[in-house]
């Protein structure tokens, strides 16, 4: 379960003012495995005992990692599907033949499943869409 940036907080200031890992542990819920891990990343952003405690020495890192194939489409499912609003009932399948052809790029390629999963993205029902 994640720990807020407040508790985090409140525990290298506990420890700053000499309150045992024990205590620290009590206190704010944090394990000492925990504990230890936010200690060592706050030391490496410089956080030093009796200091002030920054927000920047506890806030979780930004992650990196390849995004989302879906998130990328769901504005071009979204824009097809509302230019065809018109009460026409297209299958995921049709929906993914609309967007290769008006795709430029011929790698460009999008599944059945991508659309499926761009809907459930977009929070749209499946009534009007078939498999």
């Given at each position: ?68 194939k ?15 609003s ?38 749209q ?7």
């Amino acid at each position: 379960m994640p720990i807020d940036n407040g508790v985090r907080c409140q525990a290298l200031t506990l420890f700053g003012i000499g309150a045992t890992r024990k205590r620290i542990q009590e206190v704010t819920g944090i394990s000492l495995a925990g504990f230890s891990r936010l200690l060592q990343k706050a030391t490496e952003r410089g956080y030093v005992k009796g200091s002030p405690v920054l927000l920047s020495y506890v806030q979780d890192a930004k992650r990196s990692g390849r995004p989302s194939k879906v998130r990328a489409r769901a504005n071009d499912v979204a824009d097809l599907i509302t230019r065809n609003s018109t009460g026409k009932k297209w299958s995921a399948q049709q929906i993914a033949d609309q967007l290769k052809e008006k795709s430029d790029k011929k790698e460009d390629t999008i599944s059945r499943r991508t659309v499926l999963r761009c809907l459930k993205e977009l929070s749209q029902t499946r009534a009007g869409f078939s498999k």
